[in-house]
């Protein structure tokens, strides 16, 4: 089980993790793949308005957002993400990135950018690396 440290310092407990993602089979993949490997996935969304609407309840440690979705892109909820939750985590893990999208994401609060043809593994140690630095 991956931990990420309780506040006081002296509990661990799981990574919590949302995921969004906009393709079924993408979202399930995700999901299920971080939970086999320890992350626990307390929540999931297939846009940007239902992350929005969700991420209060879920209480992620982080939220894993993909790019380009319909309706509303993933720097777009990042950013509306981050103004309700002002600390929250927010990873962009897209197939999608350039430059101008990493700068566009740190201007809404992303956390990190990470590309999908990086894979998984490069994901979780993100995750995990992220938690531990600021937790």
Known sequence: MLTCPVRSGVVTRPIRVMVVDDTA?????????????????????ASGPAAIDAVDEADPDVVVMDYRMPFMDGLTAARLIR????????????AFIDEDIERQANEAGVSLCVGK????ASLEREI????AALF
């Open 83 to 94: 103004e309700r939750r002002p600390g929250q985590i927010v990873v962009l893990y897209t």
């Open 25 to 45: 089979h993408v979202l399930r993949m995700l999901s299920a793949m971080l939970a086999l490997d320890g992350f626990e996935v307390v929540g999931e969304a």
């Open 128 to 131: 995990s690396r992220l938690c």
């Open 117 to 120: 043809v990086e894979g998984l």
